[in-house]
């Protein structure tokens, strides 16, 4: 299963799901280096970083944009 990290809040991961649930865990569980937005991959109850769908999912999210800010520009 994947999720993407929401935000942090105190020592806690708000993490979406795949399916769009949210769930919150302990900030502990998660890899040190781990960034809101990052996307993770659940696997056996850990969890791990999947870098090549956290650069995915950003060059979507930015190409979005550029769409929303040119569009206002026209």
């Not at 993490?15 to 649930?21: R, T």
């Not at 919150?24 to 990052?38: H, K, M, Q, T, V």
Request: hydrophobic letters at 35%; proline letters at 3%.
């Amino acid at each position: 299963m994947k999720a993407t990290i929401d935000r942090f809040e105190g020592k806690f991961a708000v993490l979406e799901l795949e399916n769009g649930q949210i769930q919150n865990i302990a900030r502990s569980l998660l890899p040190p280096c781990a960034r809101e937005g990052d996307v993770l991959d659940i696997v056996d109850g850990f969890f791990h970083l999947d870098s090549c769908e956290t650069k995915k999912t950003k060059e979507e999210i930015e190409k979005l944009m550029e769409e929303v800010w040119s569009s206002d520009s026209d």
